[in-house]
């Protein structure tokens, strides 16, 4: 019986949910690149110098991690830097085959810019992106905890079990150059955090269940990647909107075909409710519902209108925070055409 009671339960929470529409939008990205750079290379400036090297080395040695992995990791970043800035369109990308020695642990000074021009001389960039530096650190905790198990005989006693606690930071740093003003663009510094944990009846078990290190690296440096390329590069995202299903049975019919994308045979029923029905809540739910529609259609302007029209005139009051939603999306519209036409 109960089982059919939350089965019912279920299908009737289903069927009170709204429907929704997902729209791929174009969002601008956080720092605004001068309109002439276009063409951009991403360079290596994170790898160690000689003493770094046999440094990490040892590390590595004594830790029991693998030698190489953050170069791997930094690969990543690199990459996932190039696979964003491409999203958009907005640039063109190379990773120029230049690697230049940094310090692992600080920031450091700019990059010369004898050497930034030439290296977009030599590549024909406009802009030139430099991981400057790639660090990453690990730290291990050992618990202990205690555990019931229960046996086939029913008895539950307590076995003690070690627990391998990992907290992974990766940290990047990024300097965008302009070849032709001679400008740093842009400074940022991209945290990556990871934990992992594994237990086993040993110490060696449970440090043997955890993620393999590599892995993890190259993980959080592909993350950190695409943190700063969605700093510096307009980048999709997908936004979920709602739009009513409830009130008669023609706003049903009209939420039915658009769910089934037979948008246009909605917006005429959706208008008629407007414009013939006297109940102002359904009316109000149908001018909501062409809001939606015309911003699903690229029209915000339009879209504003109606949410501004069910809000004033038939006093839905969702229709006030969706208006402000497509009034931000209008702004962050005006600013994506200045980063991607200069305009």
Partial sequence: ???IYHFFAIVLLLSSCKPHTYISVLQPANVTIPPHIKKIGIINRSLASKDDKWLNIIEGILSGESIGADREGAEQALNAVKTELEKS????????????????????????YTMVHAICQ?????????MENFDSNSKLNMTVVEDLVKLPNGTTPKVLNNVANVNLQVTTRWRLYDDSTKNIVDNFTANNNKQFSAKGATIQAAQGALPYKRNALNESGFANGIIYGQRISPYWITIDRTFYKKGNDNLKLAADLAQRKKWDKAIEIWKKEMSLNVDKKIAGKACYNMAVACERDGNLKLAVEYAERAAAEFGLKNA????????RRIADRNKLNYQMNGQ
């Fill in 89 to 112: 369109g907005r640039f063109t990308v190379t990773l120029p085959a230049v690697s230049l020695q940094g310090n692992t642990a600080n920031f450091d000074a700019p990059l010369d």
């Fill in 1 to 3: 019986m109960k089982r």
């Fill in 320 to 327: 006030h925070s969706y208006r402000a939603q497509l009034k």
């Fill in 122 to 130: 030599r590549h024909n960039l406009d802009g030139l992106v430099s």
